[in-house]
Each structure stands twice: as C-alpha cells, then as structure tokens.
C-alpha cells in the first residue's frame, strides 16, 4: 500500500479545492461552462495562481499550465508519481 506525504497530501486539497469550489458552489458535476462571461488572462498573479503553482509546481514538483481561453480557464496539472509516495 502506498501512501501520501502530508505535504503531498496537503498540497493536493488547497489547488483541488480552489479548482473545484465554483463546481460545488454553482452546482455543477464538469468543469465545462457555457454561456458564462468572456475570460481574458488576468494582468496579475492571483492568490489562486500563486497558490497553484506553489503547491503543485514547488512542493510537488509538478508542471501547471494555466490557459485562460475566452470561453473559460483550462488548468492542466502534471504531478510525477515519485512526488506523491512516501520515501522508501
């Protein structure tokens, strides 16, 4: 059985929850939205992007690609399995 750092652990919660809140606040089960209004990529780092590339670009050692597409944000997480298991 393999298990999850506490900083992997933690890492995984704060950037899933921030993705994942407008879901569960607008009722939705996709991350798909339609007829919302227009998205443009925003002129500063947020809390949310900062927080995102921290947890899982620095603590994880992941790749985060954040597009931000008229019709909505695309966020693409790329976590190395090595980074989610406890040292042997």
Do not use: W
């Amino acid at each position: 059985m393999e298990y999850l750092t506490s900083r992997c652990a933690l890492a995984l919660i704060s950037g899933l929850m921030l993705l994942g809140s407008p879901l569960v606040l607008h009722g939705q089960n996709r991350e798909t939205e339609r007829d919302g209004p227009k998205v443009s990529k925003p002129t500063r780092r947020s809390f949310g992007t900062r927080l995102i590339e921290q947890s899982f670009v620095n603590q994880l050692k992941g790749e985060a690609q954040l597009t931000f597409e008229p019709s909505g944000v695309i966020c693409i997480l790329d976590i190395p399995l090595e980074s989610l298991k406890l040292p042997s």
